[in-house]
Every structure is written in structure tokens, then in C-alpha cells.
């Protein structure tokens, strides 16, 4: 998956460079590929002791915009694929366990140009698919590091965000959010189910095409 989110970001920069000399209006086409990096809220639920730490998320999105009735309002719909690492501490410090999840990411919302070239969008994005937890566990012998199954993962988070549109067709903005999610894990002969909830806060890059 990690590969897969490089390459993507690799061929939309290599788009980007491209385009960047093209003679285009920043609304000439309304669909657009976008890399997004985010800071998501950790996991507070599901471990004893645990303690919200802060996770991280890559999503690549193919999005479309278009008109909804009169203008200037619009409309932004897509899907994608993310990776998505949430963290917690337990007991101690030094003591981190991940849940690690790869799946689908669906959005949709609208959005708002306050001059042609930078708009506010206003979106609602619903994750799923798979992940695995890693975390120390206590035996016999000793602490050790292990890895569980992967089990379903679930998430939403509604976010507001501002993009500004230059060289003819690239974009790049910011965004702020609210982010709850629910992960699943075989671990140990037990299964784990792990939550968190939070602020979230990303930026992204994207190309009309």
C-alpha cells in the first residue's frame, strides 16, 4: 500500500509539471487527482490504560466538481484509496501500540469560490477496509512485540478546507476537521477493538485534468 501511495504521488507530480505550462483556466475541468497528508486523532478506547497519540494518513483521491443550481455554489464528490497509522500509549512512554489500515475513502460535500482561483469546500469523508494492531503484550518469559490479524476498520470525519489554484491546473490548500474511527484485530486469542475521535489537520496537492 505504501508503494502504491508513492507511485500515485509520484505520476501526479509528473502530471503537475506537465501541466503547469498548458494554457488552462483553473475551471476548465472539473475532475481533479489529489494527494492529501493529514494528522489524525490516536486511539483513546479499546486498551487498557491506553492514551491518545497522535496518527497519521495519505489519502489519493479522483474527485469532480460541478454546479449545484445557480453559481458560485458547488458541488465535490470522489473516492480514493488511504493508508492510515492511529497510535496509542500504553502504560508507559515508550510503549506505542499502532493500528495500522488500508482501504476505500468515499467524500462528498460542497463548495464555495471566494475569488476564481481559491474556494472553501466543506466535505464529508467515510474510510473502510482493513487493518492490523501491533503492540506489546505480556508473557512468561517476557514483553514482546506482537501483530494481530487484520480485522475491519471504520471511519468518518467531516472536514472545512481552502484551495488555491495556480499554474493553470494545480491546487494546493489546507484543511481541519473532526475524525472518528473503529478498528478491529485478532491479538493474542482475543479480538481488539480499538477507537479514537478527534481534530484532524491536513494539506493536499492536487491537478485538474
Known amino acids: 500500500m505504501h508503494t502504491r501511495l508513492i507511485l500515485a504521488t509520484s505520476t501526479l507530480l509528473c502530471l503537475a509539471s506537465a ?42 483521491l479522483i474527485l469532480y466538481h460541478g454546479p449545484v443550481g445557480p453559481a458560485p455554489l458547488g458541488y465535490i464528490a470522489g473516492l480514493g484509496l488511504f493508508d492510515d497509522s492511529r497510535r496509542g500509549r500504553v502504560n508507559v512512554p515508550d510503549n506505542i501500540a499502532h493500528y495500522d489500515a488500508q482501504g476505500v475513502i468515499v467524500t462528498a460535500g460542497l463548495t464555495f469560490p471566494l475569488y476564481p482561483r481559491l474556494s472553501l469546500e466543506a466535505r464529508i469523508d467515510v474510510r473502510g477496509g482493513e487493518g492490523q494492531i501491533t503492540a506489546k503484550q505480556s508473557f512468561s518469559n517476557g514483553d514482546f512485540t506482537v501483530v494481530g490479524d487484520y480485522g475491519t476498520y471504520i471511519a468518518a470525519a467531516g472536514t472545512i478546507g ?39 489537520a491536513g494539506i493536499g496537492i492536487g491537478y485538474r485534468f
Open 162 to 200: 481552502a484551495y488555491y489554484t495556480f499554474l493553470s491546473a494545480i491546487c494546493i490548500g489546507i484543511d481541519v476537521g473532526y475524525d472518528r474511527f473503529k478498528g478491529k484485530s485478532d491479538f493474542v486469542n482475543s479480538t481488539v477493538t480499538v477507537k479514537g475521535d478527534g481534530v484532524t
Open 19 to 60: 501541466g503547469s505550462s498548458a494554457d488552462q483556466f483553473p475551471d476548465a475541468s472539473p475532475w481533479e487527482v489529489r494527494v492529501t497528508g493529514s494528522l489524525l486523532p490516536g486511539i483513546n478506547e479499546g486498551i487498557d490504560g491506553v492514551r491518545d497519540k497522535l496518527g497519521t494518513g495519505t489519502d489519493v
